[in-house]
């Protein structure tokens, strides 16, 4: 299956840098282009990529036509293509904020896959929403399921729900490195270094998310294992939640979704 890439910015690189990663899909099996020759010739050389000079031949060389352009020119970009995608032929986006009702305003006919994917697909350990419209076969569903499976889990999620999953999978990487970040600076704070202290806050943060996966215990469970009667941690806790942790997180999980949902 050819892959042609419409934009290669962060997102698009870490899912190709994942497939390659995990030999998931073929380098000469994906085509690229993007809106400046410097950023995508030279990725695309240093990988073993397809440089395609034009939208539109990415369109005409690829079997599934995958939209890693930012919100504001997907649609315009999907009509220009249009013309390409001809019967077999199918789109995966992962445009945040539009629906499958809204590509139907451009493309009726095309067969889409809406996903939502984070940025850990670079490493195999991604996390990323499925949706397909009618037009999608069971088939293409399948295979876009297994591309993404290659670099992750997946998840096949309602589109109602997809601004959720958008803010605690797609944006939230970057919430948890905020928090490993502020761990670091406070172990700076008390004299370590800051890359020993990063490592040791990631390698935490590791830890509790596979304990979190793995147990049987929910979270509040788990937090009451480590919060020895009179000890450390309930101090610690305490005094997080005095400074409004709980209230801050739920803060940023619904801006980032009215943002999505465009309030
Ligand atoms: N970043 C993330 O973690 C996530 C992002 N998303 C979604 O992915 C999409 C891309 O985001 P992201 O990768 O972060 O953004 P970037 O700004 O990093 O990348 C945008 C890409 O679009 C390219 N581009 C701009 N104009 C055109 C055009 N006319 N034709 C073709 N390519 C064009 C840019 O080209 P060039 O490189 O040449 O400048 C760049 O490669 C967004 O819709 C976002 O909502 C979804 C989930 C997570
Ligand atoms: O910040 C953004 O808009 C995108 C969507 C999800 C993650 N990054």
């Known amino acids: 299956m050819k892959i042609g890439f419409i934009g290669a910015g962060n997102m698009g690189r870490a899912i190709i840098d994942g497939w390659l990663k995990m030999k998931a899909v073929a380098p000469a099996d994906i ?48 009509k220009a293509v249009q013309p390409a995608l001809t019967a077999g032929k199918w789109v995966i986006t992962m445009v945040s904020g539009l629906s499958l009702a809204d590509y139907a305003t451009v493309a009726p006919d095309v067969p889409v896959l809406r996903i939502m994917p984070n940025v850990n697909v670079a490493i195999g350990a991604g996390m990323t929403a499925l949706i397909g419209n009618a037009a999608l076969s069971a088939d293409q569903y399948a295979a876009g399921k297994k591309l993404f499976d290659a ?12 601004s959720t999953f958008s803010a605690l999978a797609g944006s939230s990487p970057a919430y948890v490195y905020f928090f490993i970040d502020a761990m670091a600076r406070a172990g700076v704070k008390h004299g370590l270094s800051k890359a020993a202290a990063t490592k040791i806050a990631a390698q935490a943060t590791l830890g509790s998310a596979e304990m979190v996966l793995k147990s049987d215990k929910i979270p509040f469970d788990l937090i009451d ?27 940023g999980i619904d801006a980032t979704i009215a943002k999505e949902l465009g309030e």
Request: cysteine-free; hydrophobic content about 45%; glycine content about 6%.
């Open 31 to 78: 085509y690229v282009h993007s809106a400046h020759a410097s950023s995508y010739e030279p990725y695309a050389k240093v990988n073993g990529l397809n440089a395609m000079e034009s939208n539109l031949a990415v369109a005409n060389a690829a079997d599934v036509v995958v939209l890693a352009i930012k919100p504001n020119i997907a649609l315009d970009t999907l």
């Open 151 to 162: 670099i992750g889990e997946t998840s096949e999620v309602a589109e109602k729900d997809f």
């Open 225 to 251: 294992q480590v919060s020895s009667p009179g000890g450390t941690t309930v101090a610690g806790l305490l005094a997080m939640e005095e400074a409004g942790f709980m209230t801050s997180v739920v803060k």
